[in-house]
């Protein structure tokens, strides 16, 4: 996963020697860090702490 400066979190995955993309992800404002669940099944995303699906781009985790 990577963050542009376009406010999109681009997301790949490994499809045997090729890499696909994943549906991006809108992020409004800076975003420094991108960690992935040691399962892959979530990435968290600073500023304001947020989940998502990565396969999906789904929001699973948001603070109320």
């Known amino acids: 996963a990577a963050y542009r400066d376009n406010s999109l979190?681009?997301?790949w995955e490994r499809d045997g020697?090729?890499?696909?993309?994943?549906?991006s992800i809108p992020e409004h404002g800076w975003c420094?860090?991108?960690?992935f669940s040691p399962d892959g099944k979530s990435l968290a995303v600073s500023g304001t702490l947020r989940c998502y699906d990565p396969a999906t781009g789904q929001l699973q985790l948001s603070p109320v």
Not at 17 to 23: G, H, Q, V
Not at 32 to 35: F, G, M, S, V, Y
């Open 32 to 35: 420094p860090c991108l960690a």
């Open 9 to 11: 979190i681009r997301v």
């Open 17 to 23: 020697a090729n890499w696909r993309e994943l549906p």
